[in-house]
């Protein structure tokens, strides 16, 4: 059913329970071809290489530019002051935060159902970098509250389920790290990330359902801050921006580098580093 | 079970007249970047033993999980009576009988209640029926004593005494001679001859020189 | 042969029977988690304060999270054993649905180690002073709360079975799964001192039991079939 050569996108193969009745097999063979050129960490690599130089120029041009923009031209807040330029570093990072479930819950469902091996190292190198992410938005959200709040840290709803969020990313690597067996690691990890979807959807509402009644006037919350005029919202936009193209470098440079160490042993690695 | 030679035809890699009941093809497994086999191809048929043989760590047992569905890291594919197993999942589970090296005995419940539970996963049985087998597979009087108490290989007899009672066609027994004493050895023996003559099928690893009448041989490595 | 082929239901009473009778001759797997639960109420009292109408304000959260580690610790008692002597894999290759065999042994598990902490409520409610009024209410929240604690931390256990050493990963895993429940737990409670109506709360609890009892034991059978891979 699987051809050689077709088998390199496979952590396995699509082995008995994934298989299809025969009637269905010639159409299967379609999309699997379509996923193994799409799964192939060759391919993959190859193509990363050829886009990632874009990406760098295009990520460190909007960073500066964001930066700049944020950090020097725009009109002090009439409240807090310069205060407001760390929401242009905290707000992309949080919004962030915020898709890193969903894409390891999709890439678990893809090593599930698929077994493409691309999937699993997607979710694999996200993990660690979606509690960097996540720390690095409750450390920019904590210094902006030691400001405006005047503490470093309140259990406001955000920074709550933020920080269980950080939590269940801690518990997917560790369980990654804790499991000898790649394949295993893969599985169990895809299961742990989407459980762990739905529960930090939960999370997030039974959070907010707390702190409404814990904190029915908390005053200043995040959300309030609408920033309405254009000199304050275009930097953001670019800055939102900035930060998820820096967010796409890095998952393909730890990806680029996930793949040269589990293909360490194909050909294409050995000429590749040879070559070089 | 009864449309199983219908069924077969289906299925190109059979002899029509012999149904192959549970037939492997193209089997690939590597473990830890080592190939543990590669283009392995095998069938069983009603009424044949087959020995899977090979040094240690040949991947004897985890052909076995292959078989039996609990390893999925393999490529190939598996039929029953001609058909992919997942398609009939249920029929292929309900003829199936396995015994790992883990044997499945939990040590604080008594044989009869161990015996109870895995048999009910199957089938329905009645306490004389499991008191029958347990004192024929030597546990008489060891019945209700908590399995802790019971040696190796009375807990593996007490594994065997499933054999006895389950309807399975297949069996798929991982190195189920080791803890038994030479009496034992026998009657396991005599079990898989009857199981064969029965028109059951065995797949079993052991080192053991076998003594049935259609015997195949499988070696790994 | 098919006629004497046992049913799923059948199946899943002798699975429940089988783990009520393990937790019968194992009493000590069923009391250890009832004494820490016990001695974790304790601890509040003595590490915070005496004073009867703070442990009052208190008593429900510590409740709460004295049930949820409670919980917790028993968790580990459900797969090991019958990974270790291989009643797993006879569990794994039954041919009935493995979602009601895992649901089945988190039943058995939850009348032995939930169950009796739910029952105790009461007399701890009362030796920390929580408000009469509120006595039936934190009973019955557990009561619809501690399964989906089971539920929840099975998937957990299923996903670290195989692990030599697993009590502080599993624990990283299932504890900020368990946030949800012990938000809503606590907040029932709280609202009967408030004295707001109580059923939208108690609602949510409920469907969070149906959504918890319909895909956590899904959850766990893949997590199981991947740990015995």
Redesign the interface.
Known sequence: MVRPGEHDILLTSMHNLNSRQESAVQRANYMWMWFSKLGSPKWFYELSGKWLPWLVVAMSLLLVVGITWALLFVPPDYQQGNTIRIMYIHVPFASISLAFFPLMAVAGTIT?VWRMKLADMVAKTAAPLGAWFTALALASGSIWGSDIWGTWWIWDGRLTSML?QF??L??VI??RS??EDA??AA??CA??S???C??VF??K???D??NT?HQPSSGFSLSDQAPNPPEVWIPLVIMIFAIYLFFAVSLILSIRNEILVRERRSQWVEELVQGT | ?ASSVASTNNDPNSVPTIPALLDARDLFCERDDRILFQALNFSVTEGQVLQVKGSNGSGKTTLLRIL??????YRGTIRWYGRAIESQ??????A?L?M??????????SPL?NL???C?????VDTDELMVALAEVGLRGFEES?CYTLSAGQQQRVSLARLLIS?AKLWILDEPFTTLDSLGVKQLEALLRGHADEGGAVIVTTHHQLKVADLRELTLG | ??E???STG??FR??L??DL??AY??KNDVVNPFMFFLIVATLFPIGITPEPERLGEIAAGVLWIAALLASLLAMDSLYR??Y????L????????PLYF?VLAKNIAHWLVSGLPVVLVSPLIAYMLNLPPESYLILFVTLLLGTPILSLLGS?GVA??V??GS?GL?LA??T???S??IL??GT?TV?QTLNGASLLGYLAIMGA?LLAAIS?APL?SA??LR????
Not at chain 2, 89 to 94: N, P, S
Not at chain 3, 90 to 96: D, G, R, V, Y
């Open positions: 599930l269980l939590f269940l801690v518990g560790s369980l804790a499991l394949e295993a599985k169990a299961v742990l989407i459980v762990g739905i529960n939960v999370i509402y039974s959070v359902w707390w009644l | 079970m039996c569905g609990l390893n999925d890291a999942a249920e029929e292929f589970y309900a199936l396995y790992g090296h883990r044997v499945g005995v939990n040590k604080v419940l209640e109870r539970w895995t009910s996963l199957q089938q329905q908590q309807n | 042969m098919s004497t082929r046992t059948q199946a002798a699975t029977k089988r009778l393990i001759k194992r054993a019958d270790e002597d291989g009643s894999e006879q569990l794994l290759l039954s041919s009935h065999m998937i996903l670290t195989g692990l697993r990963i990283v895993i504890l900020p799964m946030v949800p938000i809503a907040l709280q969070m895909l959850a893949a997590a991947i740990s015995v891979n």
